[in-house]
Structures are given as structure tokens and as C-alpha cells.
């Protein structure tokens, strides 16, 4: 057994790592820098020029025998590496590098308090390999976590315990009989076990807004983010996400906060507008009076609007008049208006709406804005000063995180265990929709075993075949943009940067450093087989 590392003036630290880009390799190497800095001896592969005599795979066996504790870097590169499952070519030595480590930490299970988990980031929580994933790991990005491994390696962690005092003298108290027929003997009561939040067999199919007290909605940074700004007085707020990323649902809840907190509210959908509509300025402006009105209970009177300006005296004259205290305008789906001729007069009025609000005189002091895009408004309003989409408080929807999506499955009474959870997460890279869906499929009306899942999640006729579908038709709808979405899983670009902004709003693609990669392992599977 390796000596405590108190016991030495310089703890020795390994730090084991997969190589998956330079700003990766970057990063551990300043952090070997500082922990040999704070009086730490620390090695990294990269302090050895060229190769090491003995080869890598005995050079590291070496560092792990003289090391005191290893930090184990977790990310979903490593993690594949010690199951075992990188894909054949990729990485130098990937596969003796994950063979090595792996056997290592099963064969030192009983002093795995030597492999040290670290992150980077928090969503690679779920890349913990199992047999440390019981350990206390570090999330370095702030200064108390990065004391709290010097503490560590130090063997300097926790609180050194108060001397014991004497011992007690107290006794035991005399319990009174039972007294009513048939009872048994006071024993220790299991511990509870949380129910399941979420009931499967009450579960309608995934698709559309979800309710605002949904046990199945799972809060990311972009809620709490909301919760803050219905707080305010008045403000401003753009949820920004991909199709099918909760943006409709996040803007529902956030005027329920709002009106929990005294103000008005009228939210407008625009892809429930007619085409016809959508397609007249005149008829659209009309129709939205009409429907702020009808959603504030105003008994109003609208003849027809025929411009903009007319449009303009009536809200300012006789709508916003008619409310008491504030009132939040939300405007959903705005992507629908976004691609008409009229789109930057329209929505440079509402950036006016939101200039106008700072000046007390205006009808506009006491007016709150919302709006919900999927679709990227440089691609259709050229002059970002008459954007209402880069003022306020941006609220950007992200992917379920590892731990997000674990959230999930405890609410449903954690019927995936933490390897089929996070297999789970890697495959749709936290797609919200597709994340839903997997456990109505899991364990929905027709349920399906995971193993089927996982197998067939790429298949236009599998668990998520109608999403994949749709996804064609949509790219297919546009030409030369399947054309683009291949070169990005294949050589990681694309053409032109309207590509990208449609395929990222289409929740295709992102990117990763340098790259734009697919965004999950389905979307790579099924577009990348297509002909």
C-alpha cells in the first residue's frame, strides 16, 4: 500500500488523461504547472521527451506505482477509453492507455482512495469511470475546489476531530410494555425510498409545451436566469434555443412567474396564425391586437389595422391604457414572422417598444418583452440596432447536462442505473425531446428494453424514427443544407455560415472548438448513412 501523503514532503501525482484536443492537453499541463508550483511533484506524459525507454505502457504502470494518489481526468473521451469502447484508430495508444488504467483501478479497489476523480467541467460528471464513481471528485473551476484537492493530496482534508472527553454515565431508560394485542417488537425502520415523481402509465407522448407543473421538466441554467429577471420590474428577455429544446415551455413558466408576481400578461403564438395571415403585414397586425386584447380581458373594439403606424396608435392610445400596473408582452414562435418580407419593420418596432421603456413619460415605462426563436436573427434581420434579439437578458437553451439528465431518470424512480444513464446521455447528447422520448419508449403504454433502444435509435423506422424523419423533410426542405450537414460530420465544416445557422437552429450541429460536429451520436448515425 502506498504511504499516506503526509508522510512525504512533495506528494507525488500522476495525472492520467485522454488526449482529446490541444485545449485539452493544454489544460492539464497548467495544471500539473500549478500543483508543481504549490510544492506538489507532479508528471504528466508530457514532461517526457520523445518516447520513454521501457515504451508508454511500462512508463506508465511506473508512474502509477510511484505516484500517491492519480488524478483521473473524466471526460466522455476517457470514459469510452475504459470501457473500452473507442472506436478502432482513434488516439495514439488509446487502447493500452484505457486497458492500463482500468486494470489498475479494479485491481486496487481496496485503496482506490488513490484514483482521484477531476472535471473540468461540471456536465462530464457522468464520465466518472464505476469503480471510483463512489469517490469525492473535483470540479476545477473555481478556487475552493482546486483547495479542496490540495487538501487532499496533502492527506489534509476534513476537520481534525476534538480530544474525547469522559465517558458517559448515562443509562438506559426502562420502556413501557406493549399493550394491545398482536404487536411486534420495535425494530429499525428501513430507510424510505423516494417515490417515483414521474408515473410512466400516466404519461402522455412527448411533443409540444409541457405543463408548468410537468414532474417530468427538468430546470437548466436558462430557468433560473428567468426566475431572476420576473423578478424585475420590467425587462426584456429572448429565449434562444434549438426546435424541440423546451423554448415554448421555458416562456410559459416564465409568465407564470410573472404573474405570480402582481403583472399582466399576453403571450401570442404566431405559428397558430393562419398563412394567409402571416403573409398580409395588415391582416398580421390586426389579428395581434385583437389577440393582446382578448388575452388581457379588454373588451375593446379593432377595426382593421392597415399599417404599422395605425397599429402602433392603438396600443399606445387604448391597449396599454386599459391595464393596470405592468405588463409583459411574450411573442412566441417569432421565427414564423422572421422570414417575411415585412420582418424588419416589424421587429425594429419592437426594439423601439424596448428603447422606449427607459423613458417614465412613455406608455412603454411599464411594459415587459418576451420573445422565443429557434431560427438565427442575423440570417434575417441585417441591422443588429434594429434587433430586438441582442438586447436584454438572453437566455440561451442548452442540452440536458449528464446530471440533468440523471435528474430525469431519479424521477422516474431510477429505473436505468448509472451506466445505462449515462450511455443514455452519450447517445443523444441530452436532447431534450429525445430524452423525453426515450423513457416514454422505455416505459410508456408499449414499453421497449434498452438494449432495443440503443441498437435501433438510428433507424428511420426505430424508438425515435419520426423525429429523424421530420429532420429530413426539414433539411431536405432547403436546398444544398443536407449537403452541408454531411460535410460537418465528415470533415467537420460546412460551406457557408448560414449553414451552420440553420442547421444550429435546427439543432443539428454545434461547435466544438474549431469543428462543427453533430449533436448527438443518433444524428451522426442516421444523416451520415443518408445518400
Known amino acids: 500500500m502506498k504511504p499516506d501523503s503526509t508522510t512525504t514532503a512533495h506528494p507525488k501525482v500522476f495525472i492520467s488523461y485522454s488526449h482529446d484536443d490541444e485545449a485539452h492537453r493544454q489544460r492539464v499541463l497548467e495544471l500539473a504547472e500549478r500543483l508543481r508550483a504549490d510544492g506538489y511533484e507532479t508528471m504528466i506524459d508530457q514532461y517526457v521527451e520523445g518516447t520513454p525507454p521501457q515504451g508508454w505502457p511500462r512508463w506508465m504502470l511506473n508512474q502509477i506505482e510511484w505516484a ?3 488524478l483521473l481526468v473524466c471526460t466522455a473521451t476517457c470514459y469510452r477509453r475504459f470501457r473500452g469502447h473507442e472506436a478502432p484508430g482513434v488516439g495514439k495508444g488509446v487502447d493500452w492507455e484505457g486497458a492500463v488504467i482500468t486494470n489498475e483501478l479494479y485491481d486496487h479497489k481496496s485503496v482506490s482512495t488513490r484514483f482521484i476523480p477531476i472535471l473540468f467541467n461540471r456536465d462530464d460528471a457522468g464520465s466518472i469511470p464505476a469503480p471510483v464513481r463512489g469517490s469525492t471528485f473535483y470540479i476545477l473551476t473555481d478556487e475552493p475546489s482546486y483547495t479542496g484537492l490540495k487538501e487532499r493530496l496533502a492527506g489534509a482534508a476534513g476537520i481534525q476531530a476534538a480530544p474525547l472527553g469522559p465517558p458517559p454515565s448515562l443509562k438506559r431508560r426502562t420502556g413501557t410494555p406493549l399493550d394491545f394485542p398482536g404487536a411486534a417488537p420495535v425494530g429499525v425502520a428501513p430507510a424510505p425510498t423516494a417515490p417515483p415523481l414521474v408515473d410512466p402509465s400516466a404519461r402522455s407522448a412527448p411533443g409540444g409545451t409541457m405543463p408548468v407543473d410537468d414532474p417530468a421538466y427538468i430546470e437548466r441554467g436558462a430557468d433560473q436566469r428567468a426566475k431572476a429577471a420576473a423578478k424585475k420590474r420590467c425587462e426584456t428577455i429572448v429565449i434562444k434555443g434549438p426546435r424541440q429544446f423546451g423554448s415554448s415551455s421555458l416562456l410559459k413558466r416564465y409568465l407564470a412567474l410573472c404573474r405570480a408576481s402582481g403583472k399582466a400578461t399576453a403571450s401570442v403564438d404566431f405559428s397558430r396564425f393562419e398563412a ?6 395588415g391582416r398580421l397586425l390586426t389579428t395581434l391586437a385583437s389577440q393582446l386584447a382578448h388575452r388581457l380581458n379588454l373588451a375593446i373594439s379593432i377595426e382593421e389595422l392597415g399599417n404599422q403606424d395605425t397599429f402602433l396608435r392603438f396600443v399606445e392610445s387604448k391597449l396599454l391604457p386599459a391595464v393596470n400596473g405592468v405588463v409583459v408582452l411574450a ?12 420582418a424588419g419593420d416589424f421587429f425594429s418596432m419592437v426594439r423601439m417598444w424596448h428603447n422606449d421603456r427607459a423613458d417614465p413619460e412613455s406608455p412603454w415605462h411599464k ?5 422565443s426563436s429557434s431560427s438565427e436573427p442575423k440570417l434575417f434581420i441585417t441591422d443588429p440596432l434594429r434587433s430586438p434579439f441582442n438586447v436584454g437578458d438572453r437566455l440561451a437553451l442548452d442540452p440536458f447536462s449528464a446530471l440533468e439528465a440523471a435528474e430525469l431518470n431519479r424521477r422516474y424512480g431510477s429505473p436505468l442505473s448509472v451506466e445505462d444513464c449515462a450511455e443514455l446521455h452519450r447517445l443523444l447528447g441530452g436532447h431534450p425531446f429525445l430524452t423525453q422520448e426515450a423513457y416514454y419508449k422505455l416505459y410508456g403504454p408499449e414499453p421497449i428494453g434498452f438494449d432495443q433502444l440503443r441498437q435501433e435509435a438510428a433507424q428511420d423506422d426505430g424508438p425515435f424514427g419520426e423525429h429523424l424523419r421530420a429532420m429530413l423533410a426539414n433539411v431536405q426542405a432547403v436546398a444544398g443544407l443536407l449537403a452541408a450537414l454531411k460535410q460537418a460530420i465528415n470533415q467537420g465544416t460546412v460551406p457557408k455560415k448560414a449553414d451552420f445557422y440553420r442547421l444550429e437552429g435546427a439543432g443539428l450541429v454545434r461547435r466544438a472548438s474549431k469543428r462543427i460536429v453533430p449533436t448527438n451520436q443518433i444524428y451522426a448515425d442516421f444523416f451520415g448513412n443518408i445518400e
Open 367 to 371: 411594459v415587459g418583452l418576451a420573445l
Open 276 to 281: 394567409g395571415i402571416v403573409s398580409n403585414y
Open 68 to 70: 500517491d494518489h492519480v
Open 331 to 342: 411573442f412566441d414562435e417569432t421565427d414564423r414572422v422572421m422570414q417575411q418580407p415585412y
